[in-house]
Every structure is written in C-alpha cells, then in structure tokens.
C-alpha cells in the first residue's frame, strides 16, 4: 500500500511564493506517474501538475504554467510543487497523486490510484 503525505501549505500573500512536498512510502516511488491536483471550496478537484515516471517529463494546467514547477527526487522518495507568483485564485487544498499504470494521461482524475490527505494553501490578495 502506497502512502502520500504532504506538506509546506500555509498563509502567505499574493505574489509570493510557497513549496509544497509530498512524500511517499509502502511502493517502487521511481515506477508511480505523479501529480498534483488542488481543491478550492464548493468547486470540483483539478488537475495542476505532473511528473511522467520516465524521463521526468512534466505537464501543467494553463493556469499555473510559468508560475508552478513540479519535480521529484526518486533517490528521496518525494514530488514537489514550487509555487511562485502565487494568486488569490490558487487558494486551494493541494493534494499529491500517484499513478502505477504504465501509461500517462496526467489530468485525469480517475486514473491516479493513491491520494495524500492534502495541505492547505491560502493566498490572500
């Protein structure tokens, strides 16, 4: 059973910055697509970054590209989520995903087959 934990969330004002982490335990990390995905209230889970298993490569929602950079250290055992020129809009609980298929289809929801318990961020403008 494959564990996710997050953490870095926290309060910080608009234009700064924050980093996320998520670290995992219970699998073969280096073999897991990940992701992360964020929710803000009363709206529905949405896709942010992800990492592909092999080659590093990654993939950003529109509304995040050249603000957010994901990366993983497979040696550690983590994924992480640099925020940057943060919004008031990016306010959301931030939730790492991992994905044992073979394939990569990163802003799918459905495919990711473990969740951390998630972190909040709060940006006020």
């Known amino acids: 059973q494959v564990q996710l934990v997050e953490s870095g969330g926290g309060l910080v004002q608009a234009g700064g910055s924050l980093r996320l982490s998520c670290a995992a335990s219970?699998?073969?990390?280096?073999?897991?697509?990940m992701a992360w995905f964020r929710q803000a209230p009363a709206k529905e889970r949405e896709f942010v970054a992800a990492i592909r298993r092999i080659g590093g490569i990654t993939y950003y929602a529109d509304s995040v590209k050249g603000r957010f950079t994901i990366s993983r250290n497979n040696a550690k055992n983590t994924v992480s989520l640099q925020m940057n020129s943060l919004k008031s809009e990016d306010t959301a609980v931030y939730y790492c995903?991992?994905?044992?298929?073979?394939?990569?289809?990163?802003?799918?929801?459905?495919?990711?087959?473990?969740w951390g318990q998630g972190t909040q961020v709060t940006v006020s403008s």
């Open positions: 995903a991992a994905d044992i298929s073979p394939d990569w289809d990163p802003t799918q929801l459905r495919r990711y087959d473990y």
């Open positions: 219970g699998g073969t990390f280096s073999s897991y697509n």
